[in-house]
């Protein structure tokens, strides 16, 4: 087989930023992210339009706090977890930059910063905007039951996190490089249950982490942090078996976005955050800001996905994962 990691060389993180909701203000990284809001509504008439706002804010917030205006963006390549993507299309039609749109659920993330990579090494584009955003109550009433049923959550379920997370990519040198990236397959081990995202997403990111070192040549503790995306704790858990069983023992460098950015015990969140944004606003927020301060030099970023949707759920279809790997370094 084809190995799927490659170097990439010349692009850079310029800056990026991240806004989030009232839960996710109240969790351990509540100080990482650029802004919080204390009504997840944001005075909308949905919870809909509050998720475009959320996504259209942080783009814009990151425009500006870079000191550019849109014409300086060459394109935004962004995602989200609405039906076709509605929700980043409506917050586009807002703004005045090319726009690729992208889904591989969770791990869009992932998959718009290698995107953008490639096609800023390509010497085609000098500024690319990176971007996703979920929303707690869009996504409930989605893929599982609207709030005001008041269902029981299972145990194994999660806390689709409500923010926005946006990374600025350009070929400018800058303190935090993207260096490699590995990409994901579509990994179907049966599971059903759509409530159990992580034991959706384990063997994805299980698959995608051994490959990478296997390709890469590198050890688990050449990074500092390796970051899976929304696996939470159960899910987290289950990947470090399921990798080790291939080989590969991953060591205390190794954490899930879903299990940092809240405290699952006091916040009553499940297993802890999922939703496409929960890796963007973690790593726009705790991981660029640690890697600035030089706390964090080397990590290896593994949003991950499940590609379910309502409709393959009620049809009884099993519900597939998928994880890209992507790997930043400060410049020396």
Request: proline letters at 3%.
């Amino acid at each position: 087989m084809k190995a799927s990691t490659f170097d990439i060389n010349g692009v850079f993180v310029e800056n990026t930023a991240s806004i989030v909701g009232p839960k996710e203000a109240e969790g351990p990284l509540s100080k990482y992210f650029d802004k919080s809001v204390k009504d997840d509504l944001l005075g909308q008439k949905s919870h809909e339009l509050a998720e475009i706002k959320f996504h259209l804010s942080t783009i814009r917030y990151l425009i500006n706090k870079s000191g550019h205006n849109e014409n300086d963006i060459d394109l935004c390549i962004s995602g989200d977890l609405l039906d076709e993507i509605s929700g980043t299309s409506l917050t586009m039609r807002e703004l005045d930059i090319p726009f690729l749109g992208a889904y591989n659920a969770c791990a869009t993330f992932a998959e718009s910063l290698i995107t953008a990579s490639v096609f800023i090494s390509s010497g085609k584009f000098s500024r690319i905007i990176c971007s996703t955003s979920s929303h707690f109550c869009t996504a409930e009433r989605q893929y599982r039951f609207p709030l005001e049923l008041g269902n029981q959550r299972t145990p194994l379920s999660q806390w689709t996190v409500t923010a926005a997370g946006a990374v600025m990519l350009n070929d400018k040198p800058a303190k935090v490089a993207v260096k490699r990236a590995t990409l994901g397959r579509v990994i179907d081990l049966g599971v059903t249950d759509a409530n159990d995202m992580g034991a959706c997403m384990a063997p994805a990111a299980a698959d995608t982490v051994c490959r990478h070192f296997a390709e890469s040549g590198l050890e688990p503790d050449y990074y500092d942090l390796i970051a899976t995306g929304d696996l939470g704790v159960a899910g987290s858990e289950l990947m470090k078996v399921l990798a080790e069983k291939r080989g590969l023992k991953l060591g205390l460098n190794y954490n899930d976005c879903g299990a940092m950015i809240f405290n699952r015990v006091s916040q009553d969140v499940g297993q802890g955050g999922s939703g496409a944004a929960c890796s963007s606003s973690v790593f726009s927020g705790f991981i660029y800001k640690k890697m600035l301060n030089g706390e964090l030099k080397r990590v290896l970023l593994v949003p991950t996905g499940a590609l379910c949707s309502k409709t393959s759920t009620l049809q009884g279809e099993s519900i597939p994962g998928i994880a890209h790997a992507v790997a930043f370094e400060v410049n020396v």
